[in-house]
């Protein structure tokens, strides 16, 4: 029987003017389904991974299509409660290479998701045939902790392996507030994405993006270093760094720590066509690098590699299989057409 | 000095799939600015009256773009607040001939809108140099009772005449609680347009469209004489009829009531390329040809053929000018390029 | 645990111009997944039916495509062979009114699915746990008779009922070769959609669509007994009638035959934004109403409704739900909007 | 050696807003290239017709672009003269149904073919191999009077039988203009389109669209009947007769008068996709039947079956073949698919 | 009461082929609206600046688009004169990297503007609440010379500040005649932007864009000196310093001298989106800083900034808030999503 | 009369999601017509050179389609042979920077083309005013080995010069069987583009795209030099080197070696609109400079700048003019508008 990587989170729709118009030029708009959890979900999904959704979306044709683009990739929504208002979505602008940032306005408030009640998700059901629990910081920040705590509690009777995604979005809430929500969950995680949110204030001067690469990596292995000291051996600690040299050209590289050891991957330097949820794809690899068996290192490498060919992707899940990522990692020489 | 027709109400962003697709076919979506006094507003302005829209509009580049709508069409957003969470809006399916109705998915609730206090709105500036006040019953029904009370009470104080559109929308509230609020808003307008809910109620099964159209017109005139009788003579109580042969093609036509006599305009007869802001077409028409001193029926037989006119367009507002408007109620032959 | 309806076909790629434009006049095609069977998948799938398609795609991202197509719909793909040379596809110009009729050039030649060999099905597997085996005349004609004649003899060992929709397609055999090959076939069917080919023959002039309605009607109704005579009383006869009243308006009834018993459903008239798959959506509206356990007037009304439904569907598979179609049944007025 | 039909006039690029849309809606518009000969020729061109356009457009890339499309279809382009400062358009919206007209904004004046010299074309040349010239009223109203005189005189030096469409356009120049420069040109033609202007002025009234269609048909036979009076026996007389139900459907049918004869053809009723340039194939409908030897029946019919079929195309030039016009002409059902 | 910046010119259409595609591939065009002036007033419209743009449009609707266009963006259309021919317009191609520059059709000759008569403009109405009027070197060149020297006498009269882009267009005159048109005009200005024309044929070789940078600004630093010389000290002088990569990439950076003293902006290096209207950003951050009464360097650095950021926004005019400016000019890191 | 250059090959269309889409998320898919020789044919008759493609199309409106593409930049289409069952064509996803490279399946097998007889083409007509012959090695490749042996055997006896574009495609053939096939054509050619395939099999490892550019200059000016040894110095060698720094930008230069003198042309630097059809167009740069008369040196820059400019033009085809290349190879400054 299937053993299922189940994800709980918001799903939310992406709204953006066609190219490079601005929102008060456009008459119509591009749409992407997305939401962290909803990201990992699809990369798994399309990859071959039995993997389930839970969220809460409203009863309605809305609904119904972001239903129907995650049975696309073979994700599981069984467990999709139905019902509540609305679905959270955002407004976004492309950006233009280093004149313009892209630029996100939210509208999640009061969505479905948000409104929903804790019985609205059985976990004992949803967790019943899993083999790993993925979680973000971003389902507290938007009011549905019970349910997280619940979910957690359930996979910890089932020995479910749990990762979670730390994943601060600060137009939700404050360092502070996430700081003191996130911290007792971290010790229930056996992964970890992120620095967790103090060593960041204390580090935070060494992190900016306007830091030199160099000294930018040498905090992110220092924090990793002090979240193992802090929160024990036993668990996998993972970040990626960015360097964003402009709205259009980035560099991706990232980094784990398991029992005292850190691992670096391959640096990635690359145009960017949509950057939105490369984070998830980062945890969707590392979590199926993990899951086919693959070692440390390797995983990774993979991770990373299919973060950074999530940047060539428009819409904000990854839509690249194994084997581009893996001939992607294997250096192949990019530029000449396959036929 | 410019007299401004003044109106107040909660604008909205549509949202629909191109052509006929469905929803769930769709990845891009046509955006039109929309909201009953939004269109109102719209259409006055661009035949060149002074109009001024009072809302309150998110602070950001969404709420930004709806105001260079507004501007366009000359629309004066001085007194727009600014601030709150987000703008309502809502998913629209274009319907199919007689196979698919149109279908409408609201989400509004908790807009800026909604949510503004009644000191974002200074009724004193607003209407300083206003000679018309509109207002519609969605406003008291998306929870704004007392900013629209207060609206009126400045209005009365200058003697500003009001017209009032009782519009109401099942998706947010019930026909009793609708019936409880408007009913007492009704004395102070000059100008009611619809019919009184308890008359609907009353008369229901007479309105519906499944009865012919002779008994339903017939109901429309002893529902206005009804009103005439609650409300007193010296109002105008207007109202139209419409009779939907098929989700692609109807007939149209209106009444009006004053001092003791009903007008019955043309009845005009089309295919829809988007029905959205018919009836506020014709509420703008009447103000329009009120404010140009007209008589009664030229009064209603303009309001009639605006909102017929409103038919031929894509999106919420009209977008049909002065002189088109008299074209076609002087049966201009359609059919024939105009070169 | 679930029993799947199953279906075996060919699978196409629909592409045709923009709009009204002729194909020669675009630079760029609509494209839709379609063929007979996958379309009645996808009607099952998004009705809520478990549903199969055993098909053979090619083993590249065209073919990724279409597989992600039919989950979208939740159509279980898991017996669908990969491998092969190329997707079967047509070209389409949609028509215009009285003036130009739709037109179509296949190019279905040398697909995967035509070349597959039977041992790229395994009948045991796929029908382990179904409960209904759809098929049509379309498969033995691109050459799969073979492999239509195991998964029949495997259905027929597991006592699950068969429907067939005898669907002939001039462009792929003749009259007669159709006639040679599918009358073997009929015995085993439980349902038999469509007049078998040498009645069609002998009554070909009156089932003309330039005869008038009403002798076409008696002659679909003589048709279905003279095969109830042929065939036997305890099979299902369908069919349905269709007026073609111009390119974009058409109207549509049905029939059906049980133990010498004619039934006949409403007659829909409706225009038409996209009629491929009309027939398709017939099919499985009756499969679906059967599978709900209606009794038979229900199942030829539900059946006939769906099929008119589609005709307001872009694409090749009907797009509306179990609601959308009762409520049409239920004679709802359609062009009110629905908000 | 080919035996050209060479056709003398200005090309004209249209504008319009996409769909319904009103110009001020519009961020992009569509463009199709057009003017009266232009759109001859094309017809010509792709129905196999040795044809040869002769013009002046702009020495840049725009003019190329017109210079592809017609090549596109056929027609010679060899005696195209090149230079001078623009290409003359027109903006153009389409209308909807029975509320609002077709509109057309001309921007033609001072376009490189108004302000050609006439020894930009050489007629001994652009004639020499030629068994037809066709030309119309507009060429004399943009001013090119002296250069149409030319190529008319060199046509009957050469024996070459000349059609001459009136074609009025009220844009352009005054009905007494017209009458004034267009009368002295009728004598050279053997083959005349439309009624010329000063019977128009008789029998306008007649003629008026709101005229019922029998009156206005006896008008145009009167019509026909007094030119032919008026200019010799030799001839052939020819019009259509178009009934503007809506903007959306019309009814065509034609007349020509020959050697005192009038011939009617069948009447069609169609929806319009557009409906620029039904002249024009009328006119390109009668040479080609001629040039294929067929007697004047036939010759009218296929005239006006080509016109009403242009109804369904986009775009100013036809693009139905000569065997789907005859398939139309032998009343083939539409509203089938083709396949 | 406000206080107007006024600004008078030709507005322009422009039509360019969607993406990278050639003119002749392409079957629809985008369509901006333009014009140097009417970039102007458009930045400072939607920067919040109290503005009027001062022009002719023809008097039917494709002229109504251009003034809704203008007064999205609050620009004050009341004494835009109505009437004449056609609006002026042109034809792009854009260009791609290093291969093929963007190439430009004009197409304004006989335009209502250049048609205009000199009443047909009140500058005593006009000008009556300004306190700044900004012209070009464009005017004169399409023939308006006397409506420019009565607006700028009617401006002296009033003591109304001045400033005149150079602005010099091969396309529309010499430069021996822009010379002896504009020199006469410099001295009434206050503002002069670019270098007067003979300065450029004197230093035309150090200027060409193959010249090294320093050089090139070498020789704009002489030439703002030698300005200063002829024309005297009491004024500002400005120009902008490009340095063209690529077609897709370019560097900017602006110098002022006033007063003797030279002052230069920061360099920036940039993707380019669409470079047009790039000056008349410029220009427009100049009057605005200047008006919101920034000191000298923060004027230069401001309209620099502007100027850069304009390449970002697909259109004529430029579409950046005075905030993204700033935050630009404070060099905020881009390439983070701002979420 | 003119001597036109005659080509041979197949002709195909090419599908490609738009913009960075993959295919699973596109539903419309780009169409562009291609195949290398209607490539080369294309860009000879935009430069007004007389050029004929001989090929078989399928006799319905998507074989018409491909004409009319032909004949838009005046390829003579007279020998084209109509019939058979397809068009072949392949689907293509654009690839993104160093992330994604182009990706293509082609669906070619069972073409028109592929399955024509030889008696189709009718060498004598088609070469009777021909003055070159172009073929590559995709066309026995596809299995018009003897077709092509016929034409070969033609021009030989006109002593029509042949140039052969050894074009080899991993996809259609092994490098074993190309080079058994196409090594005995060579002698017939008096112009060969490409290495000989076993010289590309011994020397592979220096011709991989990851060696340095300079050594595999070296190798490829070493390949020449051992196919002159091998085939006699009476022909021309041409090779083209490309230097694939990513998906999005690459170098290209050209080598030409005659009479045992090795030309080398400029090399270009540029980013990539679509790269397909390169090779094409320097194919036909060479043939058009020949024709022209240039010298050996000038041919070579030609062909070079003309595949180089190829890469900015969206299309299988070349679309820039004769000027556009001369004014790209004067070092023109790209980056300035052309206004």
Chains 1, 2, 3, 4, 5, 6 share one sequence.
């Not at 189940?6 to 929102?23: N, Q, S």
Request: hydrophobic content about 40%; overall charge neutral.
């Amino acid at each position: 029987m299937s053993q299922y990587v189940v994800t709980f989170g918001e799903m939310l729709i992406r709204l953006l003017p066609p190219g490079r118009l601005r929102f008060s030029q456009a008459d119509s708009l591009d749409m992407f389904f997305g939401g962290a959890e909803s990201n990992l979900a699809v990369s798994l999904g399309q990859w071959g991974l039995p993997v389930r959704y839970v969220t809460k979306l409203p009863d309605h044709w809305v609904g119904d299509g972001a239903i129907r683009y995650l049975q696309q990739y073979g994700v599981c929504t069984r467990h999709i409660a139905r019902g509540g208002p609305r679905m959270g979505l955002y407004f976004m602008e492309r950006g233009a290479s280093t004149l313009r940032s892209p630029k996100v306005v939210y509208d999640r408030s009061g969505s479905s998701f948000a409104a929903a009640r804790t019985d609205d998700f059985d976990w004992k059901e949803a967790l019943a045939d899993a083999n790993w629990l993925h979680v973000t910081g971003i389902t507290p920040a938007v009011g549905q902790l019970t349910s997280l705590q619940e979910a957690i509690k359930e996979a910890k009777r089932r020995h479910i392996p749990i990762s979670l995604d730390l994943n601060y979005r600060a137009a939700l809430w404050s360092r502070e507030e996430a700081d003191r929500v996130m911290r007792p969950l971290i010790p229930d995680a056996d992964t970890i994405i992120g620095l967790d949110q103090d060593l960041i204030q204390g580090m935070g001067e060494q992190l900016l993006p306007n830091q030199p690469y160099a000294k930018r990596a040498e905090a992110i292995r220092r924090g990793l270093q002090q979240m193992e000291q802090r929160y024990g051996t036993g668990k996998v600690y993972l970040s990626t760094l960015r360097n964003p040299i402009s709205a259009a050209r980035n560099q991706l590289s990232g980094y784990s720590l398991q029992n005292g050891e850190i691992r670096e991957s391959a640096l990635y330097d690359f145009e960017i066509v949509d950057r939105v949820g490369a984070g998830d794809a980062f945890a969707a690899g590392y979590i199926y690098a993990k899951q086919q068996g693959m070692e440390p290192q390797p995983c990774i490498e993979f991770a990373v590699a299919a973060a950074a060919m999530k940047h060539s992707i428009e819409g904000d899940a990854n839509q690249v299989s194994v084997n581009e990522i893996q001939d992607f990692m294997a250096g192949e020489r990019y530029g000449v057409v396959k036929r």
